[in-house]
């Protein structure tokens, strides 16, 4: 008797653990002799590359909108002044330093706005 108990135990988890995979998508198939398989799909990380693009043209516009409102000698004082402080004070102003698309903007901000 316990032998059928773990045999039982044992077809339940795999229902469990097939039920479980089952949850995140699964894919039908249907063979040549007209049974249909359903398996499992794999997870498959998917980047969003539109919205990675638009975040980051988005914290360049920031970027330049800054150095245009701050000025050149002040954004770089407080650039200094985060480079002197703790480890992620420096990984901010390693982010935030002038490269020349941030510093396009902010001259072609600096035109608009006279």
């Known amino acids: 008797m316990s032998e059928q108990r773990l045999e039982f135990s044992n077809r339940v988890s795999r229902i469990s ?12 198939t ?5 049974l249909i398989i359903v398996r499992p799909r794999r997870f498959q990380f998917k980047l969003p590359v539109r919205g990675f693009v638009l975040l980051m043209a988005v914290f360049m ?5 800054m150095l245009a409102s701050l000025g050149d000698a002040s954004y770089n004082e407080r650039l200094t002044l985060l480079n002197s402080g703790t480890v992620y004070e ?10 020349p698309v ?10 608009i706005t006279g």
Do not use: C, E, P, W
């Not at 653990?17 to 039908?28: D, E, L, P």
């Not at 516009?61 to 909108?65: A, I, N």
């Not at 941030?102 to 035109?111: E, F, G, V």
């Open 17 to 28: 653990q097939r039920h479980g995979a089952m949850s995140n998508g699964y894919s039908a």
């Open 90 to 99: 420096q990984a901010g102003a390693f982010v935030m330093g002038i490269d």
């Open 102 to 111: 941030s510093q396009t903007l902010a001259d072609a901000i600096r035109a």
């Open 30 to 34: 249907l063979t040549g002799d007209g």
């Open 61 to 65: 516009l920031f970027k330049g909108f």
